[in-house]
């Protein structure tokens, strides 16, 4: 079975500063670990996908996540925050057993926070 | 379409009432997920298609719960006497795969059980 805890409900940041999301998984098999957005009124969209290919992964809107597997941890962060960040931000971990379903286990999800 | 379309986007029903709630995925993909998100919650796995064929039903709460989709495009959920625990966004995702595909999710369902 896998997991995937968030560490932090929310996390406000000013605008221009860095922004760090945290996120440890727990899984028995090697997993494909993904950061998703969900703006309020829309859907799902993927920011980022790692699946055992380089370490450091980068995603749109200059997001970028980092796959330790000594640490079990898979943080989110981005250099700048804009005012358009401002979301839910939830770590997703799939992992593939064979049976050709790969149904995504979310984190409860961290409220990102920018101050103008 | 371009992206994966639900329908209705809001439901209101009654206590008891059944309702059926659409999912169009992306056109040609194989793949289809059902995803039940609670107000605060993170989204949580229902159901899965590989085409027609309904591989993993283990996610679903209870025998009030039920998924199709016949001709391996667009599927259906149905909640049969709602319960006001229903109350939920009800997210469909697809994948052009079946292995380690990235999910596009659908914009949801809302569905409010009075």
């Known amino acids: 079975a896998q997991s995937v805890t968030q560490l932090d409900s929310h996390v406000s940041v000013s605008e221009g500063t860095p922004v760090l999301l945290r996120c440890n998984y727990s899984s028995s098999y090697s997993p494909s670990l993904f950061w998703y957005v969900q703006h309020p009124n829309k859907g799902l969209q993927l920011l980022l996908k790692?699946?055992?290919?380089?370490?450091l992964v980068k995603g749109i809107n200059g997001f970028e996540a980092e796959f330790k597997k000594s640490e079990t941890s898979f943080h989110l962060t981005k250099p700048s925050a804009h005012m358009s960040d401002a979301a839910e931000y939830f770590c997703v971990v799939s992992v593939h057993s064979g049976g050709g379903a790969d149904g995504l286990t979310f984190g409860k999800g961290t409220h990102l926070i920018i101050q103008p | 379409g371009a992206g994966v379309s639900q329908s209705p986007r809001y439901k209101v029903a009654k206590r008891g009432q059944d309702v059926a709630l659409r999912c169009d995925p992306i056109s040609g993909h194989v793949s289809l997920f059902w995803y039940q998100q609670a107000l605060g919650q993170g989204p949580e796995f229902l159901t899965y298609f590989q085409n027609e064929a309904q591989l993993d039903k283990s996610g679903l709460p209870s025998d009030r719960f039920f998924a199709e989709r016949p001709e391996g495009s667009v599927s259906t959920l149905k909640i049969q006497r709602t319960q006001q625990e229903d109350s939920a966004v009800y997210l469909c995702?697809?994948?052009?795969?079946?292995?380690?595909?990235?999910?596009?999710f659908g914009p949801g369902t809302r569905l409010l059980v009075l």
């Open positions: 790692y699946t055992s290919a380089a370490t």
């Open positions: 995702a697809s994948s052009r795969g079946t292995t380690g595909e990235t999910q596009y």
